[in-house]
Each structure stands twice: as C-alpha cells, then as structure tokens.
C-alpha cells in the first residue's frame, strides 16, 4: 500500500496547491507507515521535479508525453488510475482546484474509491480515516469518515503549510496505457490569465469594485499589488462593465480563493462576493461607507477614501521593503 498524489502544473512549474498536497500527502504516508508517490503528466524540466523531493516526497512517476501537456479530464484519470495499480496506492491526494474536482470525480467512479474535498488538516486515524473540511463556503467544519478501500483526498488551498528541506526524489518514467478514446474531446484554444502571479495560486489579492469609479483609476490598485508581490482580483459588477477582464472575477460566479490576505477595496460585499472570498485567512476593507456589509466580514477595517488611503498605503509599503 502506499500515497499517491497528483502533481499539478502551469507554464512550466508545479503549482503552489501541489505542493502543499505533496506536503500533505508526505505526511500521511509518514502516519500510515507508508510511502508516498507524486505523479507528474506532461513535460517538465528535471529542476522542477526535483522540487517535489523538498516537500517530503522520494519518489516521482514522471509521463513525459506531450499529449499531457495540455490538462484533460479523461487521460489524466486514465493515467492516475494506472499510476494508482501499479503503485498499489490506496489514498490518493490532490489539491483542490478546477481541474481536481473534475479528475477526482472521475477518479472515485473508476476506482469506487471514497471522495473528501476542501480538507484543511492530516487526517485523524484512531478510529477510521476521518478528515476536517470545511463547507459552506468556509463558513463551517465538517467531520467526515472516508470509508472504503480507495481515498482520494482533496487538499484546500492554503489550508497545509508543507515544510521545505533538501532532501532528492527519484525519477522514473512512467507510460501510461492512453488511447485515442481518452482524447475524444479535444482543447481548441486556451485563455490563460495574465500577470506575474497567477490568481488561484496566490497568498495575497487586492481586488477593486465599483467604488473605484471607472477603469482609468485602476493603476493605484495595480501599484499596491506590485508592492505586495500580489495577485490583483475584482467583482461581478466590475468584469461585468468590461472595467477588469473576466478572469480577475472572484465571487460565487467567479473564482473561489483563499489566500492569507485579501484586500477589498471600494467593494460593498454582497453575499455573491463574499462566497468567494471568505476562505481567505485575513479581510482587510476599504470603504467609504460604515455601513458597508464587507465590514462584517472582515478582520480589519478601514472607514474613508480609498483614493487618499491606498496610494498612502502603498507608500507605507514601498518604504517598509
């Protein structure tokens, strides 16, 4: 028996969430008395890969085909489902994402295995393998028993800080058994997000609403982000207006997050937003309005003018670096 866990990646680089889950995943093969196997699909630089060996994890299935470079709901479950025989794996761990949730779903009908999402801690095993998630949009805390042969756990983002060490992975190539069948449904194009720090991925989002008037005011935002190393994000109204592009939209319709620090500023907080953002370790708002619900919310207020406050604040930061 051991751990496997699916290792994500993006332009070249493993995810952020991946490593959390290899740490994670290291853990409780280390609990089990187990060993703990990460499994990459697609091409990736042998630095890269080295990388999972730092986060506790010795050993790498690496399927260096270029078929999987680009993500894909069926091989990537075909490829997991084999990597999980032939390593005789019987909890299988990954992070929470877009692209986790439909491959963990998959997974569980092909492997009848036991399904927990948004789990924030080790498990607890003195009495089955009861895991902690959070639900509700981050508003609650479940307790909940994975029964069965097969588990796949679903690692909230941000929710296990894996520990860096030097230690080295081994490297073998793996060649899964996919067929044209699993490409049926082929990727015609790829709108990737831009920016130095991919949105999901980030521990600190500045995000602007209506309150900031109009597109042409948005470079204080953007100013603040640079200074923080941040990810920059907005709500439903302003993507809606064509203020900000699509993919900064984090709400119930937009991206989920749960970064350490979010920064809302000039939005009000409907319950719409909040629903995406309310995972996020520390809220800080800027609004002029005391009245604003975002201020409920939040674990830090600020009641004034975010056109005198946040270019004070990115000064403040500049000068504090």
């Not at 190539?173 to 015609?188: E, L």
């Not at 939040?298 to 975010?306: E, F």
Request: charged share 20%; aromatic share 6%.
């Amino acid at each position: 028996m051991s751990v496997l866990i699916f290792v994500e990646t993006a332009d070249g680089a493993i995810k952020k969430s991946s490593l959390e889950a290899i740490g994670y995943g290291a853990e409780v093969a280390k609990m089990t008395n187990t060993n703990a196997t990460a499994l990459v699909l697609g091409e990736l630089a042998a630095e890269e890969l080295q990388k999972i060996g730092n986060f506790g994890c010795k050993k790498v299935l690496h399927a260096a085909d270029k078929k999987l470079n680009e993500p894909g709901i069926q091989p990537y479950a075909t490829a997991i489902t084999e990597a999980v025989n032939k390593e005789n794996a019987n909890v299988i761990i990954l992070a929470k994402s877009s692209l986790g949730d439909a491959v963990a779903a998959r997974l569980s009908a092909k492997l009848k295995a036991g399904l927990a999402s948004n789990v924030i801690e080790l498990p607890n095993l003195s009495n089955g393998f009861i895991v902690k998630r959070s639900i509700y949009t981050g508003k609650a805390f479940a307790e909940t028993e994975v029964k069965g042969e097969k588990k796949i756990i679903a690692i909230k983002k941000n929710a296990f800080l894996p520990i860096e060490t030097t230690d080295q992975a081994t490297v073998e190539n793996f060649s899964p058994s996919i067929n044209d069948k699993d490409f049926s449904i082929k990727v015609t194009g790829v709108e990737k997000q831009t920016g130095d720090i991919l949105l999901p991925e980030a521990d600190i989002v500045v995000s602007g609403g209506r309150g900031l008037k109009g597109p042409e005011n948005w470079q204080m935002l953007l100013d603040l982000a640079k200074a923080l190393h941040a990810a920059t994000a907005c709500s439903k109204p302003v993507s809606d207006l064509d203020w900000r592009p699509h993919h900064e939209h984090v709400g119930q319709t937009g991206i989920k997050i749960s970064p350490n620090l979010y920064i809302a500023i000039g939005i009000s907080g409907a319950i719409q937003h909040l629903a995406g953002v309310n995972s996020s370790k520390v809220i800080v708002v800027i609004n002029k309005d005391p009245e604003a619900p975002f201020f409920k919310s939040a674990d830090y207020g600020i009641v004034g003018d975010a056109f005198d406050i946040v270019p004070r604040l990115t000064k403040a930061v500049l000068s504090s670096n």
